[in-house]
C-alpha cells in the first residue's frame, strides 16, 4: 500500500485578544436599543456559548438561542424571525445562510473567523479529496461554506462519533477534515479507517496535560470535562468527553462540586448558571515560557459586543450571502446532519466520573 502524503495544514496566527469594556450606564443603553431594532426588524440572537456573558443573557433575555453550533442551526433553521442574528464566528454565519436563504444574516463582525476555518483552505482540501475519491468526505462545521459543499457528511462534535460509528458499520473509510485532535479522538472511539486533516484549534490545542495531571492532584474531588478538540493526552485524564452542551449537561447533573474543565472559558457563564452552588477551574494551558496559567479563550469570539451588534442593526451591514451552487451543495450535507441527529439522543461520553 502507498503511504499517504499528507496535506500541512497551514500555520495559523490568532489575532490580538480584545474584549468589549462597558460601563453599567452605556450597557444599558445599548441593550434597550437592540433590543428595539430586533422588534422593528423582526430579528433573533443565535449566541454561542463562547461570547460573552453580555451576548448570551441578552439572546436569553429577548427569545433567542444561547448553545453549541449545532443547536444554533437547529434553532435558527427553526425560528420564524426574517433576520437571523448570529454571534459567534464566521462559519455559524454561513451555516445560518445555508439553511435559510431566505433570511436575512448579520454578524457584528465577519472578521470574527476561527482557526480551523482557516486551517482548511476550500481550493486545497477539494483537491485532497479528489486523491481519495473512494472515501466518504466528513468535515466539522467549523469549516467553510466551499468546504461544506465538498462534504458528504457535515459534523458537530456531539453528533461526530455516532455519524462516523454509523458509516463505519457500512464499511466506509472516511476523509475528515479539519480537525486533527478531534479527528483523532473519533478515529480511537469508532475504530474507523480515517484520513485526517492535520488542522488545530488554537485554544483546544495550548491545554497541557502534564500541568492536568498536577491541578487533578492538588483536586482531587474534581471532575475533569474536555471537549473533544483538545490533545490526546489531555483527553485521556477526562471524566467527561463531549461538546460545550453535553459538558454543561454533565456539570449541572454529575454530584462533585468542583470541576476543571478543559474548554473556551466563556462556557463558564452558562455552567455557572445551570450549577449555581459548584465551582470551576479552567484547565492550564501554562507550558514553557507561557506569560499565564491559563488563556483560554477565543479571540475571534471575542469580537462579539454589544456595541458592534448595535451597530450592524443601525447600518444594515456585515449580512452573510452565499452563492450558488455552494449553498445548494452544502446543505446537503448539513441537512444530512440534522436528520441523523434529529433520530438520535446524543449523550456524554463518561468514563469513570465521580
Not at 457528511?153 to 464499511?171: D, F, P
Not at 453535553?246 to 462556557?267: C, E, H, K, S
Not at 496559567?293 to 458592534?308: D, R, T
Request: contains cysteine; charged residues 20%.
Amino acid at each position: 500500500m502507498p503511504l499517504i502524503q499528507m496535506p500541512k495544514a497551514p500555520n495559523i496566527i490568532a489575532p490580538p485578544m480584545v474584549e468589549e469594556q462597558l460601563t453599567d450606564s452605556v450597557r444599558a443603553t445599548l441593550i434597550a436599543r437592540i433590543k428595539q431594532l430586533m422588534l422593528q426588524q423582526n430579528a433573533v440572537l443565535v449566541a454561542h456559548y463562547y461570547t460573552s456573558a453580555d451576548i448570551q443573557d441578552l439572546a436569553e433575555e429577548t427569545g433567542g438561542c444561547v448553545s453549541d453550533s449545532l443547536e444554533m442551526a437547529r434553532f435558527g433553521h427553526a425560528h420564524a424571525a426574517r433576520t437571523l442574528i448570529v454571534a459567534g464566528v464566521k462559519f455559524m454565519g454561513e451555516t445560518a445562510k445555508i439553511l435559510n436563504p431566505e433570511k436575512r444574516v448579520l454578524m457584528p463582525d465577519l472578521q470574527a473567523n476561527c482557526s480551523l476555518d482557516l486551517a482548511c483552505p476550500a481550493d486545497e482540501f477539494s483537491a485532497f479529496c479528489d486523491q481519495h475519491p473512494e472515501r466518504v468526505v466528513v468535515v466539522y462545521a467549523n469549516t467553510s461554506a466551499a468546504v461544506k459543499a465538498r462534504a458528504d457528511w457535515v459534523v458537530t462534535s456531539g453528533t461526530a462519533v455516532k455519524i462516523v460509528e454509523h458509516l463505519h458499520k457500512q464499511g466506509k473509510k472516511i476523509l475528515w477534515a479539519p480537525d486533527k485532535y478531534l479527528g483523532d479522538y473519533v478515529q480511537k472511539t469508532t475504530g474507523a479507517d480515517m484520513l485526517l486533516w492535520q488542522g488545530a484549534c488554537v485554544v483546544h490545542e495550548t491545554f497541557k496535560a502534564e500541568a492536568l495531571q498536577k491541578m487533578k492532584l492538588a483536586y482531587p474531588d474534581a471532575a475533569v470535562l474536555v471537549h473533544p478538540e483538545s490533545p490526546a493526552a489531555v483527553i485521556a485524564l477526562a471524566d467527561v468527553v463531549g461538546s460545550t452542551t453535553q459538558l454543561i449537561r454533565a456539570a449541572q447533573t454529575l454530584p462533585n462540586q468542583t470541576f476543571i474543565v478543559a474548554t473556551d472559558n466563556g462556557i463558564f457563564h452558562k455552567m455557572q448558571a445551570v450549577a449555581p452552588g459548584k465551582t470551576f477551574l479552567e484547565a492550564p494551558t501554562a507550558g514553557t515560557g507561557a506569560t499565564c496559567i491559563s488563556c483560554a479563550h477565543c479571540p475571534w469570539m471575542a469580537m462579539n459586543g454589544l456595541q458592534k451588534l448595535a451597530q450592524v442593526l443601525e447600518s444594515g451591514d456585515n449580512e452573510i450571502h452565499i452563492t450558488e451552487p455552494v449553498r445548494s451543495r452544502a446543505v446537503r450535507s448539513i441537512q444530512r446532519m440534522l436528520d441523523f441527529a434529529a433520530e438520535q439522543q446524543i449523550a456524554p461520553r463518561m468514563r469513570g466520573a465521580a
